[in-house]
Every structure is written in structure tokens, then in C-alpha cells.
T-cell receptor, first 114, second 111 residues
């Protein structure tokens, strides 16, 4: 299957700082990338959908100024958590999809804000 | 957002037993997918279903796309310890549309 790489796998940051998470499709061009958030023992909740070269579409209740998404190329999307707070601590997962294919997921990033 | 309902929520089984789990929705989907998630990892696609009534196998896994397009089931035969994990169903109405995830079934296998 296609490979989606997420970096870093885990990160610890101080409250008030910003953290950037990268999502790369290694062997295909991703026309669409998705960002999810997952709390312990819960399902994946979609945060936003991004298409290369255009603004991300955020799900209801997700603050676009807090979770900045950039999809600058067909192989890279980034999620920046700005002014992080402890309640932002979570498991963040990206997925990438080429035209007419199913989505493949990255390995996830565990964010801990202290 | 909308979620698909999965049952059971969790199950403890013995190695060698068969496992069955299902997923229901109030909405119709054109595609049903089954993923497995190991702790601290992203979901991995197991099976994709594209036609109502379709029955598809992948090794010891078998999944079916319900006739009404509002449900799907996943069976695992002769379970082994590495089957441990969380299984999610997911549905979408087209590859350009977003994926809706189920609530998950946590599988634990004992020797």
C-alpha cells in the first residue's frame, strides 16, 4: 500500500508555544489530506480537510486560527497547533488520498502540552 | 460529527476462536472500509467494499457490505495474538468525500 509518513511521532511542548506536525505522502501524490484528532479510547474525529494549493476546510467546532493547516505541495501538509494548552494534548493523525483511491494514514503524533 | 455505531464495543476471546463485529449507520454509504489500529499507531486499511452485498476476504478476514448500504460486518477466523487492536469501520460516499469513522471495537486475544 501507499506510505504516509508523519513527523514527529511524539512531541512535548510548553503551554503557549506552537508545534508543527508534518504529513508526507512518500510514494504518491496526495490530492487531499485529512487531519484527525483522537482522544484515549475514542474514535478518530476529523478536524479538517485540505486540498493542495487551497485553504483547508475545517469541521464545525475546530478553531482554524488555532490549528493552522498548510498543504503547499502534493506530498506535504502541515498542522501547526498555535499557543498550545494542556487540553490540546492528544493523538493527531493525518491521512492522504490520491484521486480515486482510498485514504492511507500516517503513524500519528502524540502531543503532550505541559 | 456523525459516527457509525460499532458493536461490540470490546471483546475478549481465546486464540483460535472466530470473531465477528458489525457496524451500522443511519445514512447510506457507497464505500465501506475496515481499519485496524495498533496502540500508538495510525489505522491500517484491511478491507475495502464497494458494492452492496459484496463479500470480500483478505486472508483470515472477511467483510460484507450490507444490502441496505447502511451496515457492514467483519469476521476474523482462527484469531491469533497479533489480532489484538482496535478495529474501526468507516464509510464514505465517494473518494472525494470525507471518511466517517465508527466507534471502534477493541479486540483482546488470550492464549
Amino acid at each position: 500500500g501507499a506510505v504516509v509518513s508523519q513527523h514527529p511521532s511524539w512531541v512535548i511542548c510548553k503551554s503557549g508555544t506552537s508545534v508543527k506536525i508534518e504529513c508526507r505522502s512518500l510514494d504518491f501524490q496526495a490530492t487531499t489530506m485529512f487531519w484527525y484528532r483522537q482522544f484515549p479510547k475514542q474514535s478518530l474525529m476529523l478536524m479538517a480537510t485540505s486540498n493542495e494549493g487551497s485553504k483547508a476546510t475545517y469541521e464545525q467546532g475546530v478553531e482554524k486560527d488555532k490549528f493552522l493547516i498548510n498543504h503547499a505541495s502534493l506530498t506535504l501538509s502541515t498542522l501547526t497547533v498555535t499557543s498550545a494548552h494542556p487540553e490540546d494534548s492528544s493523538f493527531y493523525i493525518c491521512s492522504a488520498r490520491a484521486a480515486n483511491t482510498e485514504a492511507f494514514f500516517g503513524q500519528g503524533t502524540r502531543l503532550t502540552v505541559v | 460529527g456523525q459516527q457509525l455505531n460499532q458493536s461490540p464495543q470490546s471483546m475478549f476471546i481465546q486464540e483460535g476462536e472466530d470473531v465477528s463485529m458489525n457496524c451500522t449507520s443511519s445514512s447510506i454509504f457507497n464505500t465501506w472500509l475496515w481499519y485496524k489500529q495498533d496502540p500508538g499507531e495510525g489505522p491500517v486499511l484491511l478491507i475495502a467494499l464497494y458494492k452492496a452485498g459484496e463479500l470480500t476476504s483478505n486472508g483470515r478476514l472477511t467483510a460484507q457490505f450490507g444490502i441496505t448500504r447502511k451496515d457492514s460486518f467483519l469476521n476474523i477466523s482462527a484469531s491469533i495474538p497479533s489480532d489484538v487492536g482496535i478495529y474501526f469501520c468507516a464509510g464514505h460516499t465517494g473518494t472525494a468525500s470525507k471518511l466517517t469513522f465508527g466507534t471502534g471495537t477493541r479486540l483482546q486475544v488470550t492464549l
